[in-house]
Every structure is written in C-alpha cells, then in structure tokens.
C-alpha cells in the first residue's frame, strides 16, 4: 500500500519561500513508471497543478506555466522522498497544498493535504 | 492561455442520470489528452472516479462511467444516488506535457 506523507510549515512570510516535503512508502522515488506530483486548491483558485518529477533514466521536471518562474520540484533519493519549494509568495499562494503520485495516468494515492497560509 | 471547462453546477433527481462535462476553450477533447474525473467532498483529498477517457479503478461503482461526446470529455453518472452530492473536477493532459484543472462542477442530488 503505498502512503504519501506530507510534511512543512503551515504559515510563511510574503515574499518567502515555501518548503514542503513529501514522503513515499510502498513505492520509490525512482519508479519508472510513477510522476510525483504537487498539487494545491484554494477557493479563488480551484484545484491547480503546480508540476511533478519523475525519473526515467534520468530526472525529469514539469512545471505549470503560472508558477514556472517560482517553482522546483525535487527528489530526495536518500530519503525516498520530493520536496515543493515556491519562492517569492504572496497571500495568494495561501491554499491546500497536495503531494500526488500519477501512474500510469491515474492519480491514485495523495497526501493529506498541508494548510499554507501566506501572511505577515 | 487554453482554460478547460466545466459547468459550475448541475442538479439531478436521485435515481436520474447526469453528464457532466471537460472541455477546452480551444480546441477539441479527445483520448490523447488522457482526462481523468476526481469526485471531491469538504476537507477530503479528490477521489479519482476515473482515468485515462473511460477506465475505473478498482472499488469505483460501475454507474460512473467516462467517454469522449463530441469535442468534450464526459462523465456519466447513472441512477444518482444522495451521496454523490459532491464536487467534481476534471484534468486534461496538455499537448505541453502538464496538466489543467478544469473549475470543477457542484453537483446536487435533489
């Protein structure tokens, strides 16, 4: 069974960057067949992917156009594990935030969801 | 920017059945696009219902069902029950290799 679990502050300053992380048991990082996905909701929003990594031979990254100059998305191979990282926030980057594994074109395990709330 | 669309709402009878819609503001829907359907209630991570056009994952109740109907994806949802009152979202593989949420549909059973 696999699990996703899902670790980070839930406040952060405007401006600053948030981290998150998001740990997998029953699979690995390094499937070959699995994208690792970050995913977020807000109410003005809606659900909104943000990008995913994933390995096939080598290490691949894509990235929603409205994040792409903020964003990285990568894996911690030692920890089994792919972190979020969105720089320069603002209160509008406040949202549910979700790890999401893809296989085969099938979201079949999430994270719990993380609250991040941007404010001073 | 391509937006994908879905009615904000819709209302069925329970024991009816409803298709919900995805599509594109330009362009047509089809399988190369691999849509997938989420059902999603308050405070709970989406659900998917289903994947890749038309296939369920397993413990998915047979009356949700996916299709291409024309230009858009579609998901049919037959002999309505009061817990499928949700919302429902779909996700569109973009020719760009990413992938769009649509706005997603609140669907109510009454």
């Known amino acids: 069974q696999v699990q996703l679990q899902q670790s980070g502050p839930g406040l952060v300053k405007p401006s600053q960057t948030l981290s998150l992380t998001c740990a997998i048991s029953?699979?690995?990082?390094?499937?070959?067949?699995?994208?690792w996905n970050w995913i977020r909701q807000s109410p003005s929003r809606g659900l909104e992917w943000l990008g995913r990594t994933y390995y096939r031979s080598k290490w691949y990254n894509d990235y929603a156009v409205s994040v792409k100059s903020r964003i990285i998305i990568n894996a911690d191979t030692s920890k089994n594990q792919f972190s979020l990282q969105l720089k320069s926030v603002t209160p509008e980057d406040t949202a549910v935030y979700y790890c999401a594994r893809d296989r085969d074109w099938n979201y079949d395990y999430w994270g719990q969801g993380t609250l991040v709330t941007v404010s001073s | 920017q391509t937006v994908v669309t879905q009615e904000p709402s819709f209302s069925v009878s329970p024991g009816g059945t409803v298709t919900l819609t995805c599509g594109l503001t330009?362009?047509?829907?089809?399988?190369?696009?691999?849509p997938s359907w989420f059902q999603q209630t308050p405070g709970q991570a989406p659900r998917t219902l289903i994947y890749s056009t038309n296939t369920r994952p397993s413990g998915v109740p047979d009356r949700f069902s996916g299709s291409i109907l024309g230009t858009k994806a579609a998901l049919t949802i037959t002999g309505a029950q009061a817990d499928d009152e949700s919302d429902y979202y779909c996700v569109l593989y973009m020719p760009s290799a990413i992938w769009v949420f649509g706005g997603g549909t609140k669907l109510t059973v009454l």
């Open positions: 330009s362009g047509s829907v089809s399988t190369s696009y691999y």
């Open positions: 029953g699979d690995s990082v390094f499937s070959n067949s699995a994208a």
